[in-house]
Each structure stands twice: as C-alpha cells, then as structure tokens.
C-alpha cells in the first residue's frame, strides 16, 4: 500500500509539474509570437523564446512520465487501454512537444536572419517566419486531439475501476470530450478554447487529491485479492 500511496503522490506532482509548466511557456511567449512584428520581438526577447521551450519540454517530459507510471496500475484492468494511454499521453504527445519547441526555436534563428538581412530579402524570412508559426498553431490542434483520446483511456480506466471517486473519473471523461471538440474545431481555425478549461480544473483537483488521499484503497485490495 506504501508503494501505491508514493506512486499515486509522483503522479499528481507530475500532472502539477506538466501543467504549471505549459502555463508558464505561454506566459513567457504568449505576447510575443500573437505580436504583429513577431520577428523583432522574438530576437529582442531570445531568452523568454528559450525559456518558454525548456518550460514546453518539462510539460511533455512529466505529462509522459506520468502516463509511464500510471500504467503497471492500470494494465491490471484493461492492459490494450493503459498501453494506448502510454502512447497517446506519453510517446506521442511528447514528441509533439518536441516539435513546438524545435518550432520555437526554428523561429528564434529566422528572427536572427530577418534583422541581419535589408530589404527585399527580409520578407523571405517573415513568410519562414509565418510558416512557422502556423505550423505551431496546426502541431497545437493535434496536440489537442492526442491530448484528449489518451485522456479518454485514462479516465475511462479510472471510472471502471474506482482508483479516483467516480465523480472525478466522469468529470474527466466530460472535460476529455470537450477538449476533443475544441482540438477539431481548431483544425478548422474555430477557437473554442475555453472548452479546454473543464479537464485542465480537473486534473489539477485530481492531482491534489491523490497527492493527499492517494487511490482508493478498497480499489487497490479489490485487485490485490484477484491476483491472489
């Protein structure tokens, strides 16, 4: 049971870890890549650029970390499910992660470039420049839909099998299926993001409720006697 409670507190320290970290890459480049001279305030400001990929990097690094951990918990109810969490929730959004900020800092070398260069050559490296920046905007709406699917196996697991109270694994089953939504609107350039908000509120309640209470334990002794 000690090993349960200790991997239930890493879990929901990497699920605060992730998040406070994803913010704070938006609160470092938020104003400067939605900046209609984006280039010159990406080279004014390389260290906030650098800064907010390290931050994007440490938010898909402890996300993935944490669908790792999860899964020896959850394979014992629907392994195919908790296998397909990992992927989506660890591989693959990690690696989209890694895209952003290959993407970013992509964009702090083409900034160089655009100050370095006159006119004409300049407007080479803003349309580089804007490609870029789409680019992150599309890698973003399927980052959503990765986000949300592996969300959906996770809570799914949670409900069937009672590790959270059922009020938090259906709070995040609803909250999964309007992050979906609003990565497909995305897709169609319609932000709808304050559907987003509905998972993100729950998965930091989550996270602090299994940094304080851990799993359910009749949960836990309910599969342990099964496996005896």
Do not use: C
Request: no cysteine.
């Amino acid at each position: 049971m000690n090993t349960n409670r200790k991997t239930a507190r890493m879990i929901g320290v990497l699920f605060i870890v992730g998040t406070v970290a994803g913010i704070l890459s938006l609160v470092f480049t938020g104003s400067i890549l939605r900046d209609p001279n984006y280039l010159i305030k990406v080279f004014e400001n390389q260290n906030q650029i650098v800064t907010g990929s390290i931050f994007v990097l440490t938010m898909g690094f402890s996300l993935a970390m944490m669908s790792v951990m999860l899964f020896p918990i959850l394979k014992k109810h629907n392994e195919a499910l908790a296998l397909g969490a990992v992927v989506f929730r660890g591989t693959l959004e990690a690696v989209i992660y890694i895209a952003v900020a290959i993407s970013w800092l992509l964009l702090l070398t083409v900034s160089q470039e655009y100050v370095k260069a006159g006119v004409p050559e300049a407007s080479h490296f803003q349309t580089l420049g804007t490609l870029l920046l789409k680019a992150s905007d599309q890698i973003g709406s399927i980052l959503d839909i990765v986000f949300s699917l592996g969300a959906l196996m996770i809570y799914y697991l949670f409900h069937q099998s009672k590790l959270i109270p059922r009020w938090l694994s259906v709070w995040g089953l609803i909250g999964a299926i309007l992050y979906l939504a609003s990565g497909l609107f995305a897709m169609f350039s319609v932000n709808f993001g304050a559907l987003e908000a509905p998972l993100a509120l729950q998965e930091m309640v989550m996270a602090v409720w299994l940094i304080v209470k851990g799993f359910t334990q009749s949960a836990i002794a309910s599969e342990s006697n099964k496996t005896v």
